[in-house]
């Protein structure tokens, strides 16, 4: 993934299609969520060893699946502009000969649930200050780091973090908040809560490599697993850890227990992030209802 400024300059045709350019053939939705992600699936001759996307000022690389197909996963995140957006696939080789298609894809608003109440935020000094910023500039340098190596499947389905799915607070809730110093404003919430007991067993979603694994002020112990190509799972407020940074899991290991650190009662968050963007985790898998009130059958 990569900024650009220019990229345009390199198109040679422009085409507003989802069917087939020249040597390409592409496969992408017409319509997208806020929070969503858009799957390109780029298939070619087979004369071409690299293709990218650029989309909204950025460039990311697409993950060859074969001699002659290509996919790349592009996040829209909650706060995304409705309307029409461009995305230019670019696949190229050592030949220098380059085709383009110009796909638009509509993105579509959400009118995302409001939470009740307001949260009081307390402001923090001295070191608590310092190691507040400090970790968050930790978890941004892991966001920003792009492991060149796919762990996921292609068809980009994740398994359950429990076994007991049930939606406590949902993906994209906006929250009111205020502090002394900033007054009032409102912040989506970037995952999902999911009712857990303290002790309950916590799984990771897809194979990959534990890159955080320890206690964070903010999101207490957690568990961070990268999974390549800018996608990572999250899982926040844990009671026990099972992994350690640098390890290896596979979809379905017990990575950690649930817990209440750094949370107001017992629950599991669990958010998925691509290149760093916050996305819908329901879109790898299927969501889960609303957790009924206790003694509610």
């Known amino acids: 993934m990569r900024q650009f400024a220019s990229i345009f300059v390199l198109a040679v045709s422009f085409f507003f299609s989802q069917e087939v350019f020249a040597a390409l053939s592409i496969n992408a939705p017409k319509f997208v969520k806020q929070g969503g992600v858009i799957r390109v699936a780029i298939k070619t001759d087979g004369s071409y060893n690299h293709c990218e996307v650029a989309f909204r000022g950025v460039v990311y690389n697409a993950v060859q699946e074969n001699v002659s197909g290509y996919l790349a996963i592009l996040p829209v995140s909650v706060t995304s502009e409705p309307g029409t957006a461009y995305a230019m696939i670019i696949c ?83 929250r009111h908040k205020v502090s002394n110093r900033y007054g009032k404003w409102d912040i989506n919430h970037f995952g999902a809560d999911l009712r857990a007991d303290i002790g309950t067993p916590v799984f990771a979603a897809e194979d990959g490599i534990v890159r955080v694994a320890g206690n964070f002020l903010a999101e207490g112990n957690m568990v961070l697993i990268d999974h390549g190509y800018g996608l990572v799972s999250l899982y926040f407020h844990l009671s026990k850890l099972k992994v350690k940074k640098g390890d290896v899991v596979q979809k379905g290991d017990k990575i950690a227990l649930s817990g209440q650190t750094a949370a107001r009662e017992p629950h599991l968050h669990f958010e998925i992030r691509l290149y760093g963007v916050a996305v819908n985790p329901w879109e790898f898998m299927p969501e889960p209802p609303e957790a009924k009130s206790r003694g509610e059958k």
Request: charged share 30%; net charge positive.
């Open 92 to 174: 190229n080789n050592d030949r220098n000969v380059l085709d383009n298609i110009i796909l638009e894809i509509k993105i579509e608003k959400v009118d995302f649930p409001v939470a009740r109440g307001v949260r009081f935020v307390g402001e923090m000094k001295g070191k608590l200050l310092a190691r507040f910023k400090s970790e968050k500039a930790e978890l941004e340098k892991l966001f920003a780091l792009i492991t060149l190596q796919r762990y996921w499947q292609e068809d980009l389905r994740f398994s359950f973090p429990l076994k007991d799915m049930q939606i406590t607070s949902p993906f994209g809730q906006i």
